[in-house]
C-alpha cells in the first residue's frame, strides 16, 4: 500500500463466493449480492463454508489438493508479472524524479534559463556550462581559449548553488565539438540543453506519472481480489489437512469434530495446556511440551506430535510482517 499502510486491513478481506459465472448464475440476485459482501479475515474463518462449486468433495483429496496447488500457482505467477510491470514504471519515474531534483549536472533547468539567455542564429549558438565553486576563476581565465571562435566576454553565470553553477558561453556552431572536447578535459559538464528538449522531458514525466498512478490502481484492485483469493484457498487447505490427518490418526470409520478456537499469543500457551489435559485420553504417548505453533510451515517446520490434530491460523498480517 506504499504510502497507506493504515489501509492494508481495510483491503486485506475475504469473500467466500466463487466468481466464476456457473456459480453465480445458480444463485438468486439477492444472495449472489450478499456472498459479494467482503468480510474481515476472523469472519470468515468463524462462518466458514467448504465451497463443493469450486472443490467438489467427490473428488479425491489429492485431486483437491492439486486443484489448490495450481490456482495458487497461477496466482503467483501472475503476481510476480504484474508486480515486475508496476516496479518498471515506478523506477522509471523515480529515476526522472531523482534527475528533476538532482545536481546542477541532471537537474531541470526550466526555472532557470530564461530565453534572452540563449543565442540562436544562422552561426551562432549559446551553451550551458556546470562548474565548480572552486573552478570559477579557472573557467573565467579558460574558456575563451577552448575555441577561436569562442564570443570574447559572452560568459554569464545563470545560477547557482552550494556545489556549483550554471554558466552560459555563446559560440559559433562549427566549434561546439571542439568546445566540448576541451571543457570535458578542463573537467567542465557541458549539459544539452534546449526548450524542446525540457518541455519533451516534462511530458514524458508527466506521461509517466499518470501511468504509474494507474497502473497502481489497477494492481491494488487485482491484489485485493487475489489475496481473498488465496485466503479462501489457505483456509480450504488447512480444512484438507484438518480431515487427512484426523483419518490417518483415528481411522476409520471417520468419527471426529473439528473446531475453530481463537486466541491470542497471551491466552494461547494456557489454551494448549487445557487441550493437552483435557484429550490426553486420545493419545497417552503424545506429547505435552509448549513449544509455540505460531509457524506450521509443512515442509519446513516438524510439527509437534499431540493427542489432537491442531493448525495454527495467524490472521493479523501486520504482526506477522
Known amino acids: 500500500m506504499e504510502q497507506s499502510d493504515d489501509k ?3 483491503n486485506a478481506l ?9 456459480q453465480t448464475a445458480a444463485v438468486s440476485p439477492l444472495k449472489a449480492y450478499l456472498n459479494s459482501l467482503r468480510v474481515d479475515l476472523m469472519s470468515y474463518m468463524t462462518k466458514f463454508q467448504w465451497d463443493k462449486a469450486k472443490y467438489p468433495t467427490a473428488l479425491p483429496l489429492s485431486s483437491l489438493a492439486d486443484i489448490i496447488t495450481k490456482e495458487v500457482s497461477q496466482m503467483e505467477t501472475e503476481l510476480k508479472s504484474r508486480a515486475a510491470a508496476y516496479s518498471s514504471v515506478k523506477t522509471s519515474l523515480q529515476s526522472m524524479e531523482y534527475k528533476l531534483h538532482g545536481s546542477l549536472q541532471t537537474c531541470s533547468l526550466k526555472d532557470i534559463v530564461r530565453k534572452e ?38 560568459s554569464r553565470k545563470l545560477y ?12 559559433f556552431k562549427r566549434a561546439v565539438c571542439e568546445f566540448k572536447a576541451k571543457a570535458q578535459e578542463s573537467k567542465f559538464t557541458v ?22 498512478k494507474e497502473q497502481y490502481g489497477i494492481f491494488v484492485r487485482w491484489l485485493k481480489v ?14 484438507l489437512r484438518v480431515f487427512a490427518e484426523s483419518v490417518l490418526r483415528y481411522g476409520l470409520p471417520v468419527n471426529y469434530q473439528a473446531l475453530l478456537l481463537h486466541t491470542d499469543k497471551k491466552r494461547s500457551k494456557k489454551l494448549r495446556e487445557d487441550l493437552a489435559s483435557l484429550f490426553k485420553h486420545l493419545d497417552p504417548t503424545a506429547s505435552n511440551s509448549k513449544t509455540d505453533v505460531s509457524f506450521d510451515i509443512p515442509g519446513l517446520c516438524q510439527p509437534e506430535y499431540l493427542s489432537y490434530i491442531c493448525f495454527y491460523i495467524n490472521t493479523n498480517l501486520l504482526e506477522l510482517s
Do not use: C
Not at 191 to 202: H, I, M, N
Not at 226 to 238: C, D, E, P, R, T
Open 8 to 10: 492494508v486491513l481495510e
Open 14 to 22: 475475504a469473500n467466500g463466493a466463487d466468481h466464476s459465472m456457473n
Open 117 to 154: 539567455d540563449l543565442v540562436t542564429s544562422e552561426h551562432l549558438t549559446t551553451l550551458l556550462v556546470v562548474v565548480t565553486r572552486g573552478s570559477y576563476l579557472q573557467w573565467e581565465r579558460t574558456y575563451e581559449s577552448f575555441s577561436q571562435f569562442v564570443v570574447p566576454r559572452s
Open 160 to 171: 547557482e548553488d552550494g556545489e556549483g553553477g550554471v554558466f552560459s558561453v555563446t559560440l
Open 191 to 212: 549539459r544539452e540543453y534546449s526548450f524542446d528538449l525540457e518541455a519533451k522531458q516534462e511530458q514524458e514525466r508527466q506521461q509517466r506519472s499518470i501511468q504509474k
Open 226 to 239: 487475489n489475496f481473498s483469493q488465496v485466503f479462501i484457498a489457505w483456509i480450504h487447505l488447512k480444512a
